[in-house]
């Protein structure tokens, strides 16, 4: 007989002990699983070397503090300079064809290819069918005007041409090839480019300083019969003239009656002037380092003297201060330090200014918009709107070599600066200028080159 009391205060106790190990159990369950996401969490900001500090705010609590990853800046000189004494060069020739066999050799080279030449010398007008000229430019400076380096010569101008020549083949298929010359004499260049034009299908200018690439260019123009275009007059203009399309319509404002001041009368500036004045704006006042360009200003020669006669319907003189009152448009094709944020408070509402002096704009883009500029680009990667030839020069070159343009003319520029501005759907203040990676770009440009 078992005594039922004591039987069950056993079975009580036997229970209550089980009871207990469970509900420590489900204690510890609740901690493992409470510290493995963070502990999870802990490891994935180490992976990502996060710093955290972690600190701790109860026995059985751990709370992470976050400390912000410093992001290291990349030295673009110096790996730029490892990177071209790695390659030695950007730039390589490579044979469309093998001389692996007898036959390959004799026709490739001798005795086949005298027949090509005996046909070329009856038929010269087939040498874009038989030879390189149907897809090669010459990429060409004197190295009077670096970047914005300045006058630095043949031998440093090199790499970039070397650059320019890499774009065209990246993104147009085009084979350009650097020149740079060892002199910086009007005549003597005109004659080194037309003694060298027959190996080429289009010459493209660069790096050459005003004002002898005006007479450079024209020059060239008027005794070959391929297309010649210096890039740093008018790919910079078609560029600006795409951006200012978009950035009317951003601001609301109709493009023809924009009141426009360019800051700098060199070679960009006069080819934007020209070509705004092309697209119809009439109302465009130029600066150079003395002030205002205006007709019978005493010491004006040459082009500015022909800029003067054209531009500044309103008479103006002094400094950029005196012309920038009311003004919608400010263009900057000068120097750092040249646009200050005084000249901004001083134009309309809504102000539109392009701070295009690389590497150090006129005016920095969080300047230019404390001032009160709304819509702003500059020449640089690193900032919304970058003005950029590389938009430009690929697809007019691609577009003159496949339909054979003997010149590039106005209403190219024109019809290409629609086209790019076209690429961006949906101008905003941040977006008015396409990327240089824009699908189809180089394809949009070249179908109005004809």
């Not at 070397?49 to 709370?63: E, G």
Request: hydrophobic fraction near 45%.
């Amino acid at each position: 007989m078992v005594y039922l009391p004591h039987y069950f205060n056993s079975l009580k106790s036997f229970l209550m002990s089980i009871a207990k190990k469970v509900v420590v159990k489900k204690s510890l369950i609740k901690k493992m699983v409470a510290k493995k996401p963070l502990a999870k969490k802990l490891a994935v900001k180490k992976a990502v070397s996060v710093k955290t500090k972690v600190t701790k705010t109860t026995p059985n609590k751990l709370v992470p503090k976050k400390v912000s990853a410093t992001v290291k800046k990349k030295d673009y000189n110096k790996l730029a300079l490892a990177l071209h004494k790695k390659m030695k060069g950007k730039l390589e020739v490579v044979s469309k064809g093998k001389l692996t066999t007898r036959d390959e050799w004799s026709t490739m080279y001798t005795p086949g290819v005298g027949a090509v030449s005996l046909h070329l010398a009856k038929h010269p007008k087939d040498v874009r069918l038989y030879t390189i000229k149907n897809n090669t430019v010459a990429v060409i400076s004197d190295g009077s005007a670096v970047l914005g380096l300045g006058n630095l010569g043949a031998v440093p101008a090199l790499p970039v041409m070397e650059g320019k020549c890499a774009i065209f083949k990246e993104m147009a298929g085009v084979d350009a090839f650097p020149i740079v010359l060892g002199t910086q004499d009007v005549e003597e260049i005109v004659a080194a480019v037309k003694a060298i034009a027959p190996t080429f299908g289009g010459i493209n200018l660069e790096d050459i300083s005003a004002p002898r690439c005006f007479v450079v260019e024209e020059r060239l123009k008027a005794e070959l019969d391929i297309p010649v275009m210096h890039d740093d007059q008018h790919g910079t203009a078609i560029v600006v003239l795409a951006g200012l399309i978009n950035a009317a319509k951003v601001v609301e404002k109709k493009f023809e009656k924009l009141r426009v001041v360019v800051v700098g009368a060199g070679a960009a500036g006069r080819a934007i002037t020209l070509l705004l004045q092309k697209a119809g704006i009439t109302d465009i006042t130029v600066t150079d380092s003395k002030g205002a360009i205006y007709a019978g200003r005493p010491d004006l020669t040459g082009y500015k003297k022909e800029l003067a006669s054209s531009t500044n319907i309103n008479k103006f003189q002094g400094d950029v201060l005196a012309v920038v009152e009311g003004v919608d448009v400010l263009i900057g094709v000068s120097g750092p330090g040249t646009i200050a944020p005084a000249h901004i408070e001083h134009m309309a509402p809504q102000a539109i200014v392009f701070a295009l002096a690389n590497p150090m704009p006129e005016i920095m883009p969080e300047d230019a918009k404390r001032a009160g500029a709304v819509v702003i680009a500059t020449g640089r990667s690193d900032f919304a709107n970058q003005v950029n030839n590389s938009l430009v020069f690929p697809g007019i070159f691609r577009g003159a070599l496949d339909k054979n343009v003997k010149a590039i003319t106005d209403e190219m520029k024109l019809a290409a600066a629609k086209k790019i501005a076209s690429l961006v759907k949906n101008p905003t203040a941040e977006e008015i200028i396409p990327s240089v990676m824009t699908p189809g770009l180089v394809k949009a440009v070249a179908s109005v080159i004809r």
